[in-house]
């Protein structure tokens, strides 16, 4: 248990946050291993050339990471007064969310389980 009074507590914990912008994304129709492809796509890459791989790539979480990307943009813009040219996706990974059980009827009276998965993304920027 920590000591002393709960706003030096708060205090200290507020110290050890991470300053970088971000964005988090909880709860995507999606799952991990799909959101994992893109993700990889634009990690450690510039703002603009992964909106651009966004932009253009076949998959569904493409779309999603792209919003996700943008709103991480404009966090780094208005809340941190960062250069959008000096920009970098440091760090984009997805976590497991839950998950939804639903059922398919199959032959002979047998139901068969359906498992359709979410995540919880997240992006992380820097500058160069």
């Known amino acids: 248990m920590a000591k002393g009074h709960r706003s030096q507590i708060k205090r200290e ?18 799952s991990v291993q799909k959101a994992c ?4 796509a634009i990690r450690g890459k510039d703002v603009q050339s992964a909106l651009a791989l966004l932009e253009y790539n076949p998959r569904y979480a493409s779309s999603i990471i792209k919003k996700l990307l943008e ?10 007064g960062m250069n959008v040219e000096n920009l970098v996706v440091a760090e984009c990974y997805a ?13 002979q009276g ?12 997240t992006i992380v920027l820097d500058e160069k």
């Not at 709103?71 to 941190?80: F, K, L, M, R």
């Not at 976590?95 to 032959?107: E, F, I, S």
């Not at 047998?110 to 993304?121: F, G, L």
Request: charged content about 30%.
């Open 95 to 107: 976590n497991k969310g839950p998950t939804m059980k639903r059922v398919r009827p199959r032959a």
């Open 13 to 30: 914990r507020n110290a050890q946050k991470d300053t970088r912008p971000s964005a988090k994304l909880s709860y995507a129709r999606v």
């Open 71 to 80: 709103s991480a943009i404009a966090n780094a813009e208005n809340n941190n």
């Open 110 to 121: 047998r139901a068969y389980r359906i498992e359709k998965r979410m995540s919880h993304i």
């Open 37 to 40: 492809f893109v993700l990889d």
